[in-house]
């Protein structure tokens, strides 16, 4: 069964960036579509943004603009890069899949932490 690790993150000011790593035990090759999540302390989890295979991505509104979803298929890893953060992206972030039935193909991780704080 395929897991995903999540790296990367850390304390940073606003402004700043971090890039974001979800390194899978397995082949994502194949996978329909990767996806970063976020979840702060008393609020839903909720899609920041997705790859497919067929390179399509999707963004949250919030993070337009600011945010890239890549995915190296040769490295098995999904990477999200976060350009000019603010406080409101402070979150834990979580990577999953979606092989086509809808997302959640792998149990929720630890994520990584990320915090925006002058």
């Known amino acids: 069964q395929v897991q995903f690790v999540e790296s990367g993150g850390g304390l940073v000011q606003p402004g700043g960036s971090l890039r974001l790593s979800c390194a899978a035990s397995?082949?994502?090759?194949?996978?329909?579509?990767l996806g970063w999540f976020r979840q702060s302390p008393g609020k839903q989890r909720d899609l920041v943004a997705s790859?497919?295979?067929?390179?399509?991505?999707y963004y949250a509104d919030s993070v337009k603009g600011r945010f890239t979803i890549s995915r190296d298929n040769a490295k098995n890893t999904v990477y999200l890069q976060m350009n000019s953060l603010k406080y409101e992206d402070t979150a834990v972030y979580y990577c999953?899949?979606?092989?086509?039935?809808?997302?959640?193909?792998?149990?929720w991780g630890q994520g990584t932490q990320v915090t925006v704080s002058s």
């Open positions: 790859a497919t295979s067929e390179g399509h991505t």
């Open positions: 999953n899949a979606d092989i086509g039935t809808g997302w959640g193909y792998v149990d």
């Open positions: 397995g082949s994502i090759f194949s996978i329909s579509a």
